[in-house]
């Protein structure tokens, strides 16, 4: 009896079976975090009805890479298809929320820093999460706690900043009649 593969669900299952051990991302091949369901419902632009039910989803923050979630069951998600950008996809812009519950980016961050020199964004995240108004597993794409980008981002921040500073500090100061001196 000829086993007319393609057409049965039991084949179905089984290719579904052959890739669930991978846990790379199938574009850049690097490791996901586990998501929860919930969180692709949360963030997804596109229908529900694209998410299988039946495979663990996960969150690649490689920044040169369009996935965001992939499924062990080889299906995934671009940016595109969510309804937020994706703060790890795109490392160098200022706009794009590194919290996403309480709405902190590193553009924020930097006002913050400027107008008032220094920041408490670390410490209020934290008040958040201790308190437990926050909502990382449906507002945030990577559906955990922010506080590590957070911190990170003020760390580049400041770091910038600083660089600013010195590179405006080596421009102001007066020639000391060097050879590079032009009158
Ligand atoms: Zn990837």
Do not use: W
């Amino acid at each position: 009896m000829a086993h007319d593969c393609c057409s049965s669900e039991e084949c179905e299952t089984e290719s579904i079976k052959q890739v669930s051990n991978t846990v790379v991302c199938p574009s850049c091949e690097q490791k996901g975090k586990k998501v929860k369901i919930q969180t692709l419902q949360a963030m997804l632009a596109v229908t529900l009805e694209a998410i299988d039910h039946s495979t663990t989803y996960r969150f690649c923050r490689s920044a040169d890479c369009p996935v965001v979630y992939f499924g062990e069951g080889g299906d995934s998600f671009v940016e595109e298809d969510l309804r937020e950008q994706v703060y790890q996809k795109h490392p160098e812009s200022e706009d794009i929320f590194v919290c996403y519950c309480y709405r902190h980016s590193p553009g924020t961050i930097r006002s913050e820093i400027l107008e008032r020199g220094e920041t408490d964004v670390v410490a209020r995240v934290t008040a958040g999460t201790k308190a437990g108004t926050c909502a990382c597993d449906i507002r945030n794409p990577q559906g955990s706690c922010c506080l590590g980008n957070v911190r990170a981002a003020v760390k580049q921040v400041e770091e910038s900043l600083g660089t600013e500073k010195q590179a405006k500090k080596i421009q102001e100061a007066p020639a000391q009649g060097g050879c590079c001196q032009s009158k």
